[in-house]
């Protein structure tokens, strides 16, 4: 049963990364610079499109710097190069860039992606400090959270690579709180957009789920 449920996941994302409409990211995962793998991530481009579009704009870099006489000027609008801050165990890792929002501030919640449940691991959410405060900062869920259900902008989902993720969130283990912070050393090396011509996505898919069939591929 439970390897059924797995496999019919693993069909669901594949559906997402196959289709054309959804862009797919990825970031490159290290810790103190010994690099731990590419996390392949689709965007929700049609229920967050918002949210989807700040962060593929992060994650290409291609919005430049911010601009003088704005706060944090000078910095790019990139996620390269940035920390893991706040790493909780079992619940959450938190990244993002020193800036505000590609858009040039804080931009507003999309109704539909605000309307997604934290249900489940791999999701990306938005970070804010109330309605409509999104910037350049998110979090990717390691199990269900839906207490956070309309309070934050869900904007898409790891369809590959999240072992990567599953170390990070290890680090936090042990730690007082079971928390962690960017002296962890946990960062995002590179990231951009794929060309998903050119991807293996028989290979490069998989559902959370799988791993707890492999039990040593979980940290």
């Not at 940035?82 to 993002?96: K, L, S, V």
């Not at 990306?124 to 839906?146: K, Q, R, V, Y």
């Amino acid at each position: 049963m439970w390897k059924s449920h797995a496999e019919a996941d693993r069909q669901r994302l594949m559906k997402m990364a196959k289709n054309p409409s959804l862009p797919i990211v990825w970031l490159d995962v290290a810790v103190n610079y010994l690099y731990y793998g590419r996390v392949y991530i689709v965007l929700y481009a049609d229920k967050a499109p918002l949210a989807a579009e700040n962060f593929r704009q992060l994650c290409t870099g291609e919005a430049g710097l911010v601009p003088a006489g704005k706060d944090n000027a000078g910095n790019r609008y990139h996620l390269a190069d940035t920390p893991f801050y706040r790493i909780i165990d079992r619940f959450m890792c938190q990244a993002g860039a020193p800036t505000d929002s590609v858009y040039g501030g804080m931009f507003r919640d999309d109704p539909e992606g605000l309307k997604l449940s934290h249900n489940r691991t791999g999701l990306l959410s938005m970070a804010n400090d109330g309605p409509n405060t999104n910037t350049a900062h998110f979090g990717i869920l390691m199990a269900a959270a839906e207490y956070l259900d309309g309070h934050h902008v869900i904007f898409g989902e790891i369809i590959g690579g999240i072992e990567a993720i599953y170390q990070v969130n290890k680090l936090s283990r042990l730690m007082p709180e079971n928390t962690h912070d960017h002296t962890a050393g946990a960062s995002i090396l590179d990231s951009g957009q794929a060309d998903r011509r050119h991807l293996n996505l028989e290979r490069i898919v998989r559902s959370p789920y799988q791993m707890k069939l492999n039990p040593d591929r979980i940290p």
